[in-house]
């Protein structure tokens, strides 16, 4: 892995990370939620931007990071900058749902690739320009509901954000549940920026649900946690593979314990079987991320933005053959070579890419675990 130095400068509402200065032919911008509601999101992301590949295909790599706060309008400001000034040949962002369609929308509209940190649902002409680092929800929430009928659970009660990420998994969850017997109900809601989520865990629990879904991300997805533990709660509660941050289980604490999972292979990179592919290179990003952040300092979106380095060097050689860096051309053959990626290994699973699948990931891309002794543990 090759490191860039980075220096720290700020640049109105976005605080802008700027790579040393160096004669770069491609030109990627960032933009990450390093501040705001999903900062514990947005920090590993940005932390790791300093692993991205120096080059690509013998073609130097130029990257520019924006912070946008977790502010749709600030995403859009971020990539908009960008572009114009940088002439930008890819996007990587953003941290969270809302912040990756605004991001989105910009590239359709300026027919710019996007490698995104989120996994979203988007309409066509975004779609067209988009892929995603994440695994997709529909794969995460089957292992879910696999868990569930095997643990007996009949009725799951749902808490989860009132945005897209909420009623993304949502509309996936029903989906899932169909023929598996299992009720989902009540549904509740609450806002990223919420500090106490009482009135719907009451609800929850009057309606005794054998088990309880929590669909959020960083450091708000403790609330309901803490919520339910205040009142007694005693049955399974599953997470998403947005809480898949230590800063989840340090705010929730005792509450967190025993709580179910599914996450990308590179939470548990050491527990996993030698032959995952992914393996060895978890453990590798694992060691470098924790040498520069310290010991426990992982996350699973700090991963999310070393696979998309990892998409670089596979799709920019390919694209060098149609196009010069900084042309419609080049950012069209780009977009194409992401469409038909085969077999790229990355910390979070394999990547083969189609035009009906802008993932590209598929069981090798997940694993359950249990938060144990306050840690992972890998789920067998």
């Known amino acids: 892995m090759k490191h860039l130095k980075y220096t720290t400068a700020i640049a109105g509402i976005a605080g802008l990370l700027v790579a040393t200065p160096a004669v770069a032919d491609v030109s990627v ?34 990257y520019t990071a924006f912070d946008d706060a977790t502010d749709p309008t600030a995403a859009v400001k971020n990539v908009r900058k960008c572009i114009e ?20 929308g910009v590239a359709a509209e300026t027919k710019t690739p996007v490698v995104a940190l989120a996994p979203v649902g988007l309409p066509p002409e975004s779609e067209h320009w988009t892929f995603r680092a994440p695994q997709p929800v529909g794969q995460m929430a089957d292992a879910i509901v696999e868990h569930m009928k095997a643990s007996g659970v009949k009725r799951l009660g749902l808490i989860g954000y009132s945005d897209g990420y909420g009623e993304l998994w949502i509309n996936v969850m029903n989906k899932a549940l169909e023929g598996s017997g299992i009720t989902m109900e ?51 509660i ?8 230590l800063d989840f289980i340090r705010v ?12 990308g292979p590179l939470v548990v990179a050491a527990q996993l079987p030698d032959s995952h592919p992914s393996k060895a290179l978890g453990v590798e ?7 520069a952040h310290g010991e426990g300092s992982l996350s699973s979106f700090g991963g999310h933005m070393y696979d998309a380095g990892q998409i670089i060097l596979a799709t920019v050689p390919k694209a060098m053959e149609k196009g010069e860096p900084g042309s419609e051309a080049f950012r069209a053959a780009l977009r194409d070579a ?22 590209g990931h598929d069981e090798r891309s997940r694993v359950l675990v249990r938060v144990e002794n306050g840690a992972w543990k890998y789920m067998e």
């Open 238 to 245: 599953y997470h998403t593979h947005g809480s898949a941050s």
């Open 186 to 236: 009540p549904i509740e809601r609450f806002a990223r920026n919420d500090t106490s989520v009482t009135g719907q865990v009451l609800k929850l629990i009057s309606a005794r649900p054998d088990a309880v879904l929590v669909v959020a991300s960083g450091t708000p997805a403790a609330l309901p946690n803490l919520a339910l533990a205040e009142r007694g709660y005693r049955g399974q």
């Open 285 to 291: 990003y694992t060691k470098v991320y924790e040498e």
């Open 85 to 104: 000034e940088q002439q930008a040949d890819l996007i990587i962002g953003s941290s969270t749902t809302p912040t990756t369609i605004a991001v989105a």
């Open 29 to 62: 911008c960032i933009t990450v939620s390093a501040t705001g509601p999903a900062a514990s999101l947005g920090v590993p992301e940005n932390n790791t931007i300093p692993m991205l590949p120096a080059e690509a295909g013998g073609q130097k790599l130029n």
């Open 252 to 263: 929730a604490g005792a509450s967190a314990e025993g709580t179910i999972l599914p996450v």
């Open 338 to 359: 992401l469409e038909n990626m085969e077999e790229v290994v990355g910390v979070h699973g394999v990547f083969n890419t189609t035009v009906e699948d802008h993932y």
